[in-house]
């Protein structure tokens, strides 16, 4: 979010720093860095309606619609893969109830629910949250899924991929601890390196 | 009405198998199809098994169960498809773009520039209008807690809040004809 100015040699220089660091060492940089930690601690002021043991409900300061909440993770999390089952349970019973305090309490005749897991998915803060948007007919929000049909032997072949993934990622259990091992050969680091870096 | 929505639910039919649909994750309380006609390749939804058309009506337990596997889904999706983004998108409602009266879960996998737009316009707003917001928002949040594990009177109940047309049969036919091109 906060955009900085630094030099290519500044990013080269930071890179190459933060490639050398353990993930315990790298998750206190990302800590230092992020502006939601400071917000979930306090050193920065947002308007919160809603704190508890794991997260904490900010209203947007660039809603889509008014009364747009981020939820975000008390733990420095960048993607939501790196979260532990227990409190994606519990984040999203707290989605929930967000959207259900939209319905009642400011007229939202729907809500959408975003996760943005990556820059490519258009993720711009280094910090996991989810967003609750609440929305109204004709509200000029429209989020563009076009559609990409696919043949049968696309069909299978993803299919199949997909599941052979899951139980890799079962396998795996706990998907976190995977990522924070160096050298495995999931992707997760690199994205949240990537996402530090920016 | 909660049977007569069920049987002409096509997301019913795609969990009781009457419709074929190519499945990637199934438990007692949820499955995972790939959409095939979706954003990008690999694009899945995850449902409840149970009818329930929209969020505020999933029991929290079933909640935790359908983002936990929406959670490895979307790991799946990085690790087996190289995908470099994933998306989780909900909508709930028919304003936020609902089209089916089941609740799901859209996990898409994402490249860039892939033509997938959820971003949005930021609406500027008064000093006043956030204040009474905020406080509007805390005057129903304070009420949050106390976790249902399974709460079976919320299955059966309609809430107040959900609009009359979302549950009538014309919408529910309007929600099969949206949902025919899932082979």
Known sequence: MAEQNISPEQIKALQEKIKQMSPEELKEFQKKQCIFCQIVAGKVQSRKVYEDEKVVGILDINPANPGHVLLLTKEHYTIMPQIPDEDVAHTFMIVKSLSNSMLRGIDAQGTNVIVANGIAAGQRAQHFMVHIIPRKDNDNINFILPQKPMDEKQIEAIGNKLIAGLQGVEKNDAVQEKAEQKGSSVSLDEISRLMGAR | ?183
């Open chain 2, 1 to 183: 009405m909660a049977d007569k929505a069920k049987e002409s639910c096509l997301v019913c039919q795609i969990i009781g198998n009457k419709i074929p649909s190519k499945k990637v994750y199934e438990d007692d309380l949820a499955m995972a199809v790939l959409d095939v006609n979706g954003a990008n390749p690999g694009h899945c939804f995850v449902m409840p098994k149970n009818h329930y058309p929209i969020i505020e009506q999933v029991p929290d337990l079933e909640i935790g169960r359908l983002f936990q596997v929406s959670n490895k889904i979307s790991s799946a999706i990085f690790e087996s498809l190289g995908a470099q983004g994933t998306n989780i998108f909900v909508a709930n409602g028919i304003p936020a773009g609902q089209t089916v009266a089941h609740f799901a879960i859209n996990i898409i996998p994402r490249m860039e520039n892939d033509g997938i737009n959820l971003q949005w316009q930021p609406k500027q707003l008064s000093e006043e209008e956030i204040s009474t917001i905020e406080l509007r928002l805390k005057e129903q949040t304070k009420n949050i807690g106390n976790f249902e594990k399974h709460d079976a009177k919320m299955q059966a109940r309609k809430p107040a809040f959900l609009p009359d047309k979302f549950l009538s049969e014309d919408e529910e036919e309007y929600f099969t004809r949206q949902m025919r091109r899932v082979p």
